[in-house]
């Protein structure tokens, strides 16, 4: 058992397969194994992924319906020196999984938190999705009902960066309908279906387009969906009108910049440093 100096176990947060069984760690491995408690959302399907490792462990069950209640146990568990390793079904804990009552509550206990790290169906996407990766917005799963879902549309539809949503079988051609309605059909989306299963569909295109491929194959339709969507297109001005643009090009083949763009700001009342600048980005 390895405790801290307080003699309190440490909470491990462990990642597990999103689908292909061999995408998991040794180190996550090697922490099921060796941890005291294995806290899970399904006893019954987290045993049969430890069954495939060759792991036996105790299960105790921590899902979504009882997690505020059984954070308080657990935090128990962990203050008389118990070591704890929380998974989700699948992916890494607290991403649209249950976890964060328990995670903060360690926090404030002063328990160890170790991530174990591995898989992430956002993450997966995002690095094939042919979209910007810089920054990116991650809502979850959207609404339900239509109203809230395309409110929350466009929120997302004004957004400066790549937004990464989670969509169900039940509802991604509804939800792309309400793509085509909001964001309209031309904006870039990047879906990934069944992400590292034998079915593992990854397609790049616009709204239009993926909604016409997922009508057209009901096979299409089917598992676990993650949709990145582009960000909205801004157009950016540099403050010189198309005449001074004109004049500042003529007079710049025979004038310094500067002097180009002093003459050109005065005869046609823009800003010399405006002019100026798109002189020399030219």
Known sequence: MNLNSENKGTLYIVATPIGNLDDITERAIKTLTDVDIIACEDTRHSGRLLANYGIKNKLMSFHQHNENESAKKFIDLLQQGNNIALVSDAGTPLISDPGYPLVKQAHEKSITIVPIVGAS???ALLSCS????NEFHYYGFLAPKQQQRQQQLKLIA???CTSIIYESTHRIL??????LVVLGEDRQIAMGRELTKTFET???GSV???KEFVESDSNQQKGEFVI???AKETIISDGVTN???HLATLLAKELPPKKAAKITAEFLKGKSKEIYNHIIQS
Not at 130 to 133: A, K, N, V
């Open 243 to 245: 005449d001074q643009k």
């Open 158 to 160: 004004g957004n400066s």
């Open 174 to 179: 509804k939800c792309l309908n309400d793509m």
């Open 202 to 204: 990854i397609k790049l």
């Open 208 to 210: 239009a387009e993926i």
């Open 228 to 230: 990145a969507i582009a």
């Open 130 to 133: 042919g979209l910007p990766t």
């Open 121 to 123: 169906a956002i993450i």
